[in-house]
């Protein structure tokens, strides 16, 4: 069955017309094949910048988090799962094309998504599937026409304003109420689907992400209950920040309760899918951007009455690359050979089998330059760092938060720990090997240690084979700063809305070009 539908290349735009009706054809022949009714609806729910462990489910009893500990308590918590980038719209893209960031021509933040590129949604809708996504949308217009219904969120709830308003440095959200948290539009999506068909739900909130609004709950989380991780200096500042970010999250919650309950009042909650992640880490510095446990460690919920034991847990490494494949395995639909990942539906029936060894991560412009690549197996952890001159500063919207400027006040006055110099310092270690068992921050570097010299050569060859084996090279030019990294504040070359990758390619060609210089790279080999 698998070699009906091979797919093994991008679909260049003047054959992929007849190519997907080819592929439509058949899968509708698949559907008619699969007994009516048999087909699982699936809703994929989103946080926008949660940390994988937030929530009472993943152990902080802090977080107010009821309905997400009760989706963990009805289903299955995956404590190994994580995303291909810290990154919100490379993120996404790599989720909904199956494949890694720089294979999508959208691995940086604000690229959109090319019309070239195949996605999973597609492949559903032309099965019979109505599909339909609401709230943070962020993959760019060529691609919403693979959804039949798409209710986008002001992008005013996560972008900084242009001109003059940018100067002050803060988000500046047009909506109102309900409608700051992305959510406002998921329950009136569930309401308009079509009664007779199988639907898949594209549920994407803007909570947490920056910035965060005093006053939006009745009964806000206290700052010094907050759980802060040793990275951060536990100051007044930081842990108000903190609470906020909490609060955010607790009204995420609040939807997914809403969608939860919508879904047993139509009757279709037992033979719903549901996937609950973030796109990334807490929106904190050494955590979104990074690819750390911090940045790239997602929680991963599925909920799927009869089919999944409630309350059970699951070790096994998980990727954001397995997630397409499943999909389509739920709707009886073999995965396109340019597919990355793995389908980890086993995983539900057995949480001791193994899909994978290992998982990639790597980490592209966002506000700020990088280059840096990672890989991961059950115990230990591998960073390459390609662009070591620069240092590790997080994005800007967390360089302007109350909790980063604490940090530059104590590092003002010599008082930042170590832990927290990690974001300054120039240049990095142009290598990284952590001990995730021994060290689940991160903080203690193991590359120079004699005793660890095998597992660093291990990891280093498996990077250097993931990298040929998905054709990631070295970019020509690097991509200029929008922000200052201390300020946080925009720079004159920011424009929004950001060009796709083709069109700043060439820019970047005449700005070289014009400036007869190519700035320092690292090679890919050591």
Excluded at 95 to 117: C, F, K, N, S, V
Excluded at 497 to 508: E, G, H, L, T, V
């Amino acid at each position: 069955m698998r070699e009906w539908c091979r797919i093994d290349r991008v679909i260049p735009l003047g054959k992929r017309v007849s190519e997907l009706a080819l592929i439509a054809a058949l899968f509708s022949f698949l559907a008619m094949a699969v007994q009516a009714g048999s087909r699982p609806n699936i809703v994929f729910i989103i946080a926008d910048d949660m940390a994988w462990n937030d929530s009472g489910a993943y152990g902080n009893p802090y977080v107010h988090t009821p309905n997400i500990d009760r989706l963990a308590q009805e289903g299955m918590c995956f404590d190994q799962a994580f995303l291909t980038i810290s990154s919100c719209s490379p993120s996404r893209a790599s989720i909904i094309t199956g494949r890694y960031p720089h294979q999508t021509d959208a691995e940086q933040l604000h690229w959109p998504l090319p019309a070239e590129q195949l996605t999973f949604v597609e492949l559903l809708k032309a099965s019979g599937y109505w599909t339909a996504a609401a709230g943070k949308w962020h993959l760019g217009g060529a691609v919403k026409d693979r959804f039949d219904e798409v209710r986008e969120a002001d992008v005013s709830g996560f972008q900084l304003p242009t001109g003059e308003a940018a100067k002050a440095g803060r988000i500046i959200q047009k909506a109102e109420g309900d409608a700051k948290s992305g959510c406002d539009q998921w329950l009136p999506t569930l309401w308009a689907r079509p009664k007779d068909r199988p639907f898949f739900l594209w549920l994407a909130a803007l909570d947490p992400h920056r910035d965060y609004d005093e006053g939006i709950l009745t009964r806000p989380h206290r700052p010094e209950t907050v759980r802060l991780p040793p990275y951060v200096p536990d100051t007044p500042g930081t842990r108000a920040d903190f609470a906020l970010y909490y609060d955010e999250i607790t009204r995420l919650d609040r939807f997914i309760g809403e969608v939860m309950a919508e879904l047993k009042k139509q009757g279709v909650a037992g033979n719903t899918f549901v996937l609950f992640i973030s796109d990334n880490g807490r929106p904190f510095p050494r955590d979104k951007t990074t690819i750390y446990d911090s940045g790239i460690k997602a929680p991963f919920i599925v909920r799927w009455p009869s089919r999944v034991k409630p309350a059970s847990r699951c070790g096994s490494l998980v990727s954001a690359v397995d997630i397409a494949p499943a999909f389509l395995e739920l709707a009886g639909l073999p995965a396109p050979d340019l597919f990355e990942g793995a389908s980890f539906l086993p995983l539900l029936r057995d949480p001791e089998l193994n899909i994978r060894d290992h998982v990639f991560a790597e980490r592209n412009w966002h506000d700020y330059e990088d280059r840096v690549r990672a890989v991961r197996d059950r115990r230990f952890k591998y960073i390459r760092n390609f662009y070591p001159d620069l240092p590790n500063t997080p994005p800007a919207d967390v360089v302007r938060s109350p909790s980063f400027r604490e940090m530059i006040r104590l590092r003002s006055e010599g008082r930042l720990p170590s832990e927290g110099m990690n974001l300054f310092i120039k240049p990095r270690p142009t290598e990284e090997l952590y001990d995730s068992w021994a060290d689940p921050h991160k903080t203690r570097n193991l590359a120079g240690d004699p005793a660890h010299t095998i597992t660093l050569n291990r990891l280093r060859r498996e990077l250097a084979r993931w990298q040929q084996a998905t054709d990631d090279t070295e970019p020509p030019f690097r991509t200029l700063d929008e922000f200052d990294r201390e300020t946080g504040l925009a720079l004159p070359v920011r424009v929004r809305p950001r060009p796709s990758k083709a069109q700043m390619m060439k820019q970047f060609e005449k700005y070289y070009r014009k400036k007869k210089r190519v700035l320092p790279v690292v090679k890919d080999r050591l």
